[in-house]
């Protein structure tokens, strides 16, 4: 069998690159070097691609992400692809982008691959940007009659006030379009205002304001081809899993520089329907937003109401060791590197229909 020529991402130069080097080592040790021929390429701060040896990826282990930004210098040696990528001779057979936040999950890089026709893991260009717009996401899912909680976005910080006065306190204020919970504040008074929308006004220039309720965090984890009959490409979701922050909200600090900072319970206590609903939620948003192969649907449940809301879609979620999405797939009966194979083959065979295509009319 002639092994698959693989290209692994990692870094980048969104707020999540810290992140995206972690989940890079998961998934570059997790493809089976029995199968893949794999190389690891590294997008600095800076934009430039940089070919990276396995002693590069293994520095990642046990490192805590706060201090990953202090390697590798930013005095760069190594020979950058970035200017000559066209003239690689021998293009990978497949890219598995690593990449979290603007410029990897946001339909950018994506349209780059489609560009040099090289198949590639995760959501195409339109998923992708509808998955990382906050407003845009929760605009489709509410189309799908599927419930969201009230919120604003605002382009300028002198909206801030009027917003979150029609939406009262408390109230979360993030960027509209970055994750893991970078730039995120929970806001309880008019008093704490201005400084969260300062802090998410560097990650973005638009912010979402959302009206805060006392959540239990549930994900659900959806792998698959949304067109697809066979029953190994076929679009499913997993078991829930429920993440349970030990502060007052899940953010960056609670999922990645604190230990001990959330648990999470696999299969998420919840009863049987309430656990259909939320599966049936996550494969009709997956499918509204045009993603494939991969995407981990977040929602809240009001502890008081007992409601469902959509959160958010993550099209290229983390596969960290406090990651849900490689976990709920592991207790689900899909190991680490079977979901390498099926990410891989979905990622071929979509780029085998798209070349299919006509590219002319017929005269």
């Known amino acids: 069998m002639t092994k698959k020529r693989v290209w692994v991402l990692c870094g980048g130069e969104s707020a999540e690159r810290d992140v995206s080097l972690v989940s890079a080592r998961t998934v570059f040790n997790a493809l089976d070097s029995n199968r893949y021929d794999k190389e690891l390429i590294w997008v600095s701060p800076q934009g430039q691609w940089v070919k990276k040896s396995v002693l590069f990826i293994e520095q990642f282990k046990n490192v805590k992400i706060s201090s990953l930004s202090d390697f590798p210098s930013k005095k760069q040696t190594e020979r950058s692809l970035t200017s000559d990528f066209f003239h690689v001779k021998t293009l990978p057979d497949v890219i598995f982008p690593v990449l979290h936040g603007p410029l990897g999950e946001d339909g950018t890089v994506q349209g780059f691959f489609e560009m040099l026709h090289i198949p590639y893991v995760g959501c195409g260009v339109l998923g992708s940007a509808l998955g990382m717009d906050k407003e845009f996401s929760k605009i489709l899912a509410e189309r799908e009659k599927i419930p969201i909680l009230p919120y604003f976005c605002i382009h300028n910080p002198r909206e801030a006030k009027n917003a979150a006065q029609k939406l009262g306190f408390p109230l979360f204020v993030k960027p509209a379009r970055l994750g893991s919970s970078v730039g995120i504040s929970r806001v309880a008074s008019l008093a704490g205002l201005s400084s969260a929308v300062r802090d998410a006004f560097q990650y973005d220039n638009k912010v979402l304001l959302e009206k805060a309720i006392e959540p239990r965090e549930i994900e659900c984890a959806v792998l698959g081809d949304p067109y697809s009959t066979e029953p190994r490409f076929k679009l499913r979701a997993s078991a829930l899993g429920e993440v349970i922050p030990h502060s007052e909200f899940y953010d960056y600090r609670t999922k990645y520089l604190n230990s001990n900072g959330a648990g999470r319970e696999i299969p998420a206590n919840l009863g049987a329907e309430t656990t259909r609903k939320i599966k049936e939620y996550a494969l009709r948003v997956f499918k509204a937003l045009d993603c494939y192969g991969l995407g981990r649907v977040d929602f809240l449940i009001d502890r008081k109401t007992g409601k469902i809301y959509f959160n958010e879609i ?32 979905l990622a071929l065979r979509r780029n085998k229909k798209a070349q299919s295509l006509k590219k002319i009319p017929s005269s």
């Open 314 to 345: 993550n099209t290229l979620p983390g596969f960290t060791s406090s990651s849900m999405y490689p976990v709920l797939w592991e207790f689900s009966g899909i190991k680490i590197h079977s979901l390498m194979d099926i990410l891989v083959e």
